[in-house]
């Protein structure tokens, strides 16, 4: 079956067949949601098709006036879900639908629509206007209906419950390996390669520049071991994320140096793994000094690389 993830309205959608749904924000696709969403695509081996159902954006930014930066691109948001085995992925537009009571979001867009026969989410979900509506009540109401309901625990990693909130914190200050474990993958961003001031060329470190996409979390300033996959090989790198002060650099965007790579990558969309934080951005006394810590950092992620 080929992947679908452009069902965005209402209307988009209404299918023929019995499903097996996964229900939640979804936002990071992290270890937890990875739980939920394959526990729904376990029912694929009956017939069913295995529907991941979220939003457009999160219902807390409505609600509450939240407005949390996204942990991934939509982009790898919907390549992640395809990955851990989902056929559709539908990003319902949360004002169409904030007003339905409980039972009409069971009834309406559940069964009718997408035809559910077996639901998943976790422990946590709200649905229903106003979030009126929890798991339990979900259990109750597709019971009566014949639907079969699974409510997944919480996932833990290092004695607490994994968490988008607690992902950011780690991005934000800096800790990969946490964020690497509790992600299920290394945290990464992308974007396209763009016009820099071609400096690392003199340096003898050439190095693409990114900007980076603002509705996403900016990691902690400063050099990061990363990686990049580029036609099949995996290369290690060095990337600074940071506002370049040696050189009067304006705006924060990210830097990487591609370690024994020669190829040319302008105007081309790359994704960047960070591995390990290495240091804090620095503004060095001469371009000399600057020169001899990249290669430095450059010899330290290679360690970090092969060690990984």
Known sequence: MVFSDNIENFEDFEF??????????FDGVH?????????????????????VLTFSCSPKTI??????????SQKEKKATIQNIGADYLINLDFENIKNYSPEEFVDIILIEKIKAKNIVCGFNYTFGVHASGNAELLSSLCNERGISVTVCESVMYKKL???SSRIRHEIKSGDM???????????????????GKKLGRQLGAPTINQSLDKSCIIPRLG???????????????????????TVG???TIAETYII???GDLYDKNVKVELIQYIREEIKFNSIIDLRNRIQEDAQISNEIFKIK
């Open 31 to 51: 270890i937890g949601h990875k739980a939920v969403i394959s526990k729904a695509a376990e029912e694929k081996s009956r017939g069913l098709s295995c529907v």
């Open 177 to 195: 390996k946490n964020a690497k474990e509790m992600l299920g993958r290394y945290y990464s961003f992308e974007g396209m390669v763009i016009n």
């Open 223 to 245: 050099v990061y071991a990363s990686q990049i996959a580029l036609d099949d090989i995996i290369w290690p790198c060095v990337t600074n994320i940071g506002n370049r002060p």
């Open 161 to 163: 419950p994994v968490s």
């Open 63 to 72: 609600n509450k006036n939240f407005h949390p930066l996204l942990i991934t």
């Open 260 to 262: 024994g790579y020669n």
């Open 16 to 25: 023929k067949t019995g499903t097996s749904v996964a229900l939640g924000t």
């Open 249 to 251: 650099g304006k705006g």
